[in-house]
């Protein structure tokens, strides 16, 4: 039997169905989840490279002018180390302006001593030996001071953000998987029901010599033509949203969160996924009708 006659005999499904647009849902949800991992993944990285090779060093004294001496003296003293490629005393106005949303006009009280800061810029990450060592060279160059300073390795501040942000990262790989699943759900789902409302013309197909391969390509044809509509349609709605939400985040001004903005490389990732989910319903819509043509014998 020829396929132009199973396909008469076989009528095709339309858009106006659900399926469709459930697929479509998925879709946009896949990219939304995989959008937001890739970015996260993105602000990790980066922040993880800025600040896995400096260290701040802190200084508390009261006394403005013993503190400024004891800030000069370790600057000079780091500065000299092999392991320091740049040295930065950060500005009290600039320490003020940081404290300020906390402290408010205090901040920039005498009445509230704040700590002096030095940004320091290592040319490796260093282990916590030379960290020690680092410590064990500020002791020295303040110990005519009667000053004490502490090294803080910026990267371990963050350690907490990292371990949320790996967190977050595995919840969207899990919603990703989850999606996939009920996408594949829906369109078996799909199948099946397709497939019993047109049981009986199935058969009549088989009897004047129609093939199994020929029924299942009909039910292919059906299932790429809603797959492919509900893959642009949700590829679509996940743009829109990934672009809304990043417009969000890009108004918070921060350093930090402009990290995590997407590559070429992600972009593709991203494109990739109605491709992957065209894919996934024709094999799925494959092995349903195959399964249902099998119980049918």
Excluded: C
Aim: charged share 15%; aromatic share 6%.
């Amino acid at each position: 039997m020829k396929g132009s006659m199973s396909s008469r005999l076989l009528p095709q499904t339309r858009f106006g169905g659900p399926i469709p647009w459930v697929i479509a849902i998925l879709i946009a949800l896949v990219v939304i989840a995989a959008a937001g991992g890739l970015s996260l993944r993105n602000l990790a990285e980066n922040a993880r490279a800025d600040l896995s090779d400096a260290v701040t060093v802190q200084i508390a004294e009261a006394d403005a002018e013993a503190r400024t001496a004891q800030t000069q003296a370790a600057a000079d003293a780091l500065g000299n180390s092999s392991l320091v490629t740049s040295v930065r005393i950060v500005p009290e106005d600039e320490l003020e302006a940081l404290l300020e949303p906390w402290l408010g006009a205090a901040a920039a009280s005498e009445d509230v001593p704040i700590p002096a800061l030095i940004d320091v810029e290592l040319n490796r990450r260093a282990s916590a030996q030379e960290i020690a060592q680092l410590q064990s060279v500020l002791d020295t160059a303040l110990a005519p001071l009667a000053g004490e300073a502490r090294i803080d390795a910026q990267s371990d501040w963050l350690r907490p953000v990292y371990n949320a942000l790996a967190a977050l990262q595995y919840l969207a790989l899990a919603l990703i998987a989850l999606v996939g699943f009920a996408t594949a759900a829906a369109v078996w789902l799909a199948a099946r029901t397709a497939f019993s409302n047109h049981r009986e013309t199935v058969e009549i197909i088989h009897l004047l010599g129609g093939t199994d391969a020929q029924v299942t390509r009909i039910f292919q044809r059906s299932v790429l033509r809603d797959a492919v509509f509900g893959a642009v349609i949700g590829l679509v709605l996940g743009l829109a949203a990934v672009w809304l939400l990043g417009r969000q985040f890009a108004a918070l001004d921060s350093g930090m969160i402009g990290g995590g903005g997407l590559d070429w490389n992600d972009w593709l990732v991203i494109a990739a996924i109605p491709v992957g989910g065209v894919l996934l319903a024709l094999i799925t819509g494959r092995i349903t009708i195959g399964f249902a043509l099998k119980s049918m014998l």
